[in-house]
């Protein structure tokens, strides 16, 4: 049975540079700055060592983006293992911060950190960089609120920071609130989104499906979702958090925004293997023409993407509102908008079952040479979500080809042009959704499929060809 779980969601708008972060080397890592402190209240960054042993800091010092620097003490001083320090320009840091947890370092000429964005750089005795910062106002908008890392593993990049979450606005000398332990990131595509609703009926809400294709649970603590990022490279994220619940092996995670998806499809209550979480917001900020959607794990990897297009709904579907965007088979996850199609169900979706256009894959042709397979075939592209979409396993004998592939009618006429002039692989897959060129509906008949290649470093050329038919159902 579907289990239900409502939940107040983390929304957090930080940068997005790349999908998976790389582990940093040194021992010593800045982990909080207050570049924004209430009126009176000083600026501080806070260091912290995450390794086993105790770092000596003496000689050491901190510049910002204008070369201003502060050495941060001449005395014998040590960071302890898993311990904190404090670099303030001031004390008491705030009211309520008149006893810290860490020792607290004063450096004479401690430099002025912008509100608007500044560096932070920290040198070591030998004046070698040990760790740096280039934050931007974006990271804690609000006075009196720090900028926290998340994951002290991993660089300090702009998608590893987030505002702090404490009601004191700062967690000097202590575990930051935002921060999450390591994890190792997880095979890409180990969830696929297999669905989604970006232009909900007016009763209804924005939500999308993701698939677990594997053989072990997946727990979606801590995933989340990355929306497109604006003219600055700035990205909405909202992250779920624990006790978000698992997705099975084949089983379903739907992510709606609110409980009116239930109104739509009041019957994703009883389906099996499913999982409904509802994250009580007004929307997931789906764009209705285009947008791009960004599926990150713990670890910050991006596991699976998708930049989908109100032109990927089928050419004679007459409205897209309250209609879904179903992926064809997940083992397409990887093969753009010729996998995706609208949603046939009378409901208008699939949420947390198997999609309405799901199409079986076509038999692999075993040959070192050029092939080309079609399933179903006949297909009936008529719009009923039954063999509406006809798909091509194709296979050439170079690594790396540009494509063509044309169909033509039984009289030698081209009809329509699938591919032209397109890079692929040894191995591929093209969907045909049964329209010419003009976007007409082709009529019922035998047509021929022929799928051209070649080699661009070898100069070898490799075609295939076969039969489809174009039927209709009673």
């Not at 969830?191 to 909900?200: F, G, W």
């Amino acid at each position: 049975m579907l289990r239900f779980i409502p939940f107040s969601f983390l929304l957090i708008h930080f940068f997005f540079v790349a999908p998976t972060l790389p582990l940093i080397a040194q021992q010593v890592v800045v982990n909080e700055i207050m570049f924004a402190p209430a009126t009176g209240n000083a600026e501080w960054v806070e260091l912290f060592n995450p390794g086993v042993n105790d770092v000596s800091i003496r000689d050491w010092s901190m510049c910002d983006r204008s070369g201003a620097t502060a050495l941060l003490t001449a005395e014998d001083c040590t960071i302890p293992a898993g311990g904190y320090i404090i670099i303030a320009s001031s004390t008491p840091l705030a009211a309520g911060w008149e006893t810290l947890p860490a020792a607290v370092l004063l450096p004479s000429n401690f430099p002025s950190l912008n509100n608007s964005g500044d560096d932070v750089v920290l040198h070591d005795a030998d004046g070698n960089t040990v760790d740096s910062v280039a934050y931007a106002s974006s990271w804690s908008p609000q006075r009196g609120v720090s900028a926290e890392r998340v994951r002290h593993d991993l660089v300090p990049l702009r998608e590893n920071w987030a505002a702090c979450q404490a009601a004191a606005g700062g967690t000097p000398g202590e575990g930051n609130s935002v921060s999450v332990p390591p994890v190792d990131p997880l095979p890409r595509y180990s969830l696929i989104i297999n669905e989604i609703m970006p232009a909900p009926l007016s009763s209804s809400c924005e939500w999308l499906e993701l698939f677990n294709p594997g053989t072990a649970a997946v727990d979606l603590s801590r995933w989340a979702l990355a929306g497109k990022a604006d003219s600055h490279g700035d990205r909405a994220i909202i992250a779920l958090p624990a006790g978000s619940g698992e997705i099975q092996p084949d089983g379903y995670t739907v992510i709606a925004a609110d409980s009116s998806i239930l109104l739509q499809f009041p019957e994703i209550t009883s389906l099996e293997n499913a999982t409904l979480l509802i994250l009580n917001r007004s929307s997931l900020s789906l764009s209705n023409a285009d947008d791009e959607i960004l599926l990150l794990d713990p670890s910050g990897a991006c596991i699976d993407s998708i930049w989908y297009q109100e032109n990927w709904h089928h050419p004679m579907q007459a409205s897209t509102t309250g209609i879904s965007l179903e992926l064809m088979q997940p083992d397409f996850h990887a093969f753009g908008s010729s996998a995706w199609g609208s949603c046939t169900a009378p409901e208008g979706g699939t949420p947390g079952a198997r999609n309405s256009i799901f199409t079986d894959a076509p038999p692999r042709t075993r040959t070192d040479g050029a092939s080309l397979s079609a399933s179903p075939n006949p297909f009936s592209p008529d719009g009923d979500g039954q063999e509406d979409y006809c798909v091509f396993h194709c296979r050439l004998p170079a690594s790396v080809n540009q494509i063509r592939m044309r169909i033509y009618d039984v009289e030698g006429r081209q009809i329509v042009t699938l591919r032209n002039n397109q890079p692929m692989g040894r191995e591929g897959v093209i969907v045909w959704n049964g329209l010419d060129d003009e976007g007409r509906r082709v009529r019922v008949g035998a047509f021929v499929a022929l799928l051209e290649g070649i080699d661009p470093f070898a100069n070898v050329v490799g075609a295939a060809k076969t039969v489809v038919v174009v039927a209709r159902r009673l």
